[in-house]
T-cell receptor, first 117, second 112 residues
């Protein structure tokens, strides 16, 4: 079974530009989550999409947005880039289980390394 | 809110030494607990998981036991290899969703 794929792997942008990152989940997975990884803040949750709907959201400004398509592929967009947006952006997919005793497991892609100059 | 605390790194060991990386957590409800590993330049790989109290997760010689009474999930390996050098993240799922809350990560450096 193919794993989670992310494109592109590397991006260089300048301040003020916008960027779109793509994630294809494991076949059959309906949930896609996005995380930002930086040396200072570690791994921080951005948002989760399930069946084309944003189900959960972290504490990031509105410049960060996403969407999910009917085939579960997801895109993340960052507008008006700032230097602090330089990070590794990780996508994870899972079956999307919920509930108080949730045992769902997330599987991660290789990430997209975004550098903002 | 939910949180995960890991021991600070780097942890520096010689090959074949015993490894322990401490992880404690604070959470409401009944989270599942995970260890992920990140090799240089790569994403996160699931190493092992445990879904309820007293469960032991194991993989590739690594083990961790879900201790509800001490809210801990310490990672252990009896004999580390140079190839185990990586950053290890303890995590829990939170608020009933798949969303993960991560610790800060612990870098492990193993020398021959």
């Amino acid at each position: 079974k193919a794993g989670v794929t992310q494109t592109p792997r590397y991006l260089i942008k300048t301040r003020g530009q916008q960027v779109t990152l793509s994630c294809s989940p494991i076949s059959g997975h309906r949930s896609v989550s996005w995380y930002q990884q930086t040396p200072g803040q570690g791994l921080q949750f951005l948002f989760e999409y399930f069946s084309e709907t944003q189900r959960n959201k972290g504490n990031f400004p509105g410049r960060f947005s996403g969407r999910q398509f009917s085939n579960s592929r997801s895109e993340m967009n960052v507008s008006t880039l700032e230097l602090g947006d330089s990070a590794l952006y990780l996508c994870a997919s899972s079956s999307g289980g919920t509930g108080p005793a949730n045992t769902d497991t997330q599987y991660f892609g290789p990430g997209t390394r975004l550098t903002v100059l | 809110g939910d949180s995960v605390t890991q021991m600070e790194g780097p942890v520096t060991l010689s090959e074949e030494a015993f490894l322990t990386i401490n992880c404690t957590y604070t959470a409401t409800g009944y989270p599942s607990l995970f260890w992920y590993v990140q090799y240089p330049g790569e994403g996160l790989q699931l190493l092992l998981k445990a879904t309820k109290a007293d469960d032991k997760g194991s993989n590739k010689g690594f083990e961790a036991t879900y201790r509800k009474e001490t809210t801990s999930f310490h990672l252990e390996k009896g004999s580390v290899q140079v190839s185990d050098s990586a950053v290890y993240f303890c995590a829990l799922n939170t608020r009933g969703y798949s969303t993960l809350t991560f610790g800060k990560g612990t870098m492990l450096l193993v020398s021959p």
